[in-house]
């Protein structure tokens, strides 16, 4: 990856309002001389001086377009990046009407490049047809897309789709992950690599399997989730925010080369593939009945363990160890059951 260019701005350039007058007062001078040339023509005295006029006049209507070239308008946010014969000359930045020189080309090899993202919202087409403009009658094309050419400097934000990635237990997930973006050095978004739309897109996707590898969905015992040789409680569904700022860090080692920052990146859903996601509703269903139990229980507990010190405080009855199982038995059955208890009244003897 060739990264040795180095982002070289523009300034001092911002003279396209002087420039604009100045090649319009030329274009109007030039059709002045040829219809002046064109009336001194009839007479044989100026004849010569009104041909001199004429030709120049025409000479300069023929070319006297090439320095509108060199009118560059850029917005807030924008920049654009210009070679002159294939050497990068430097980038104009900031906003304002610039002149360059007429023969210098804006560059962005991801221009054409739509994504899922703010800032590539597609026209079904109609760029295509606006990006030629044929004149009735001359035949000419005007190619109107130069104004792709300008790179973005504002934060846009990348959605891939969703993708299929298996956690570290091996279980299949399914993860979308939104990742805010800006371009930081226009000369290696350019240069350094083929198309920094589509590199920034795959490197998203790689960042989000190499991380999601190394994370259960949830919760679970002995997993080992940073690296520590200590497990943790580190977990997709649990620790959003850690898994997150892992992925930008992921993304970030890898398009800092193509003058690329990563400001954010949040995960925008997280799911259990189709094909697993009804057993492991089951099983989150069963480990919650679990955990309830546990709790009525330990509450039935408290509850008997109350009873029995309160009976022997206040003398009220006398039990004997049988008894007391039997007591603490149909308390625990009662405390713990599912529906309400049947009371049996006993008319005869306890014994």
Known sequence: MNTNITEKELTGHRNGFAALIVASVAYLAAIGLVIWGAIGMDGDAHSAISITMFVVGM???????????????????????????????????????????????????????KLGQSGDISDNGKSKLAAALTISGTGAAIDTSARNKKISLKVMTLSNSRQKVNDILGNPVEIAVAVMWKVTDTAKAVFAVDNYKEYLSLQCDTAVRNVVK??????????????????????????????????????????????????????????????????????????????????????????????????????????????????????????????????????????
Not at 62 to 78: A, S, V
Not at 227 to 251: C, F, H, P, W
Request: hydrophobic letters at 45%.
């Open 214 to 351: 190394l994370y259960p969905y949830d919760v679970t015992e002995n997993i080992d989730t940073t690296g520590d040789g200590q497990a943790d409680d580190g977990s997709l569904r649990g620790s959003t925010e850690l898994v997150a700022n892992k992925i930008m860090e992921e993304i970030q080692s890898k398009v800092s080369e193509a003058g690329i920052e990563i400001v954010d990146a949040r995960i925008t859903y997280l799911a259990y593939a189709p094909e697993i996601a009804a057993a492991m509703l089951q099983r989150q269903q069963a480990a919650a009945v679990v955990d309830a139990r546990k709790l009525i229980v330990d509450g039935a507990v408290g509850m008997v363990e109350l009873a029995l010190e309160r009976l022997n405080e206040k003398e009220l009855v006398e039990l004997d160890e049988e008894r007391k199982a039997a007591m603490v038995s149909n308390l625990l059955v009662v405390l713990c059951g599912n529906h309400d208890a049947q009371p049996v009244v006993n008319s005869g003897s306890l014994y």
């Open 59 to 113: 000479v300069y209507l023929c070319i006297g377009w090439i320095p509108y070239l060199g009118l560059k308008i850029l917005k807030p946010g924008e920049a654009l990046v210009l070679t002159l014969f294939g050497k990068y000359i430097g980038t104009l930045k900031d906003d304002g009407f610039y002149f360059v020189n007429p023969f210098c080309t804006a560059v962005n090899p991801a221009a054409d490049t």
